[in-house]
């Protein structure tokens, strides 16, 4: 219990320090990180293992979320279906 708020926290610790921070909401019951921040997302963690072939810095970037603390967000998948997707292999 607890551990978004623990992971959201820390993250912003980081970002506070000026640190190139990136929270990934591996909670793919109920990806609450982008609920709590208040974030609207297009994409999550699934159109990552979905374009791991193609990935680059810049396709990255645009999957994942901004908080206006100033760190990054790769969140979970909203659709059961789609948290499924993403394997324990996506996450090596």
Same mark, same amino acid.
Request: net charge negative; charged share 20%.
């Given at each position: 219990?607890?551990?978004?708020t623990a992971?959201?926290? =820390?993250?912003?610790?980081?970002?506070?320090? /000026?640190?190139?921070t990136v $929270?990934v909401d591996?909670?793919?019951?109920?990806?609450?990180?982008?609920?709590? $921040?208040?974030?609207?997302?297009?994409?999550?963690?699934?159109? #990552?293992? %979905? /374009?791991?072939? &193609?990935?680059? &810095?810049?396709?990255?970037?645009?999957?994942?979320?901004?908080?206006?603390?100033? =760190?990054? @967000?790769?969140?979970?998948? %909203? %659709? #059961?279906?789609?948290?499924? &997707? @993403?394997? %324990?292999?996506?996450?090596?």
């Amino acid at each position: 219990m607890g551990t978004t708020t623990a992971a959201i926290n =820390f993250a912003a610790l980081c970002a506070r320090q /000026n640190l190139s921070t990136v $929270l990934v909401d591996l909670d793919m019951d109920s990806g609450d990180a982008a609920c709590y $921040l208040g974030l609207r997302h297009q994409y999550s963690l699934a159109d #990552v293992a %979905e /374009n791991l072939e &193609q990935l680059d &810095q810049a396709m990255l970037e645009g999957i994942m979320a901004r908080d206006a603390l100033g =760190f990054s @967000v790769l969140c979970a998948p %909203e %659709e #059961v279906e789609r948290s499924r &997707q @993403v394997s %324990e292999q996506h996450l090596l």
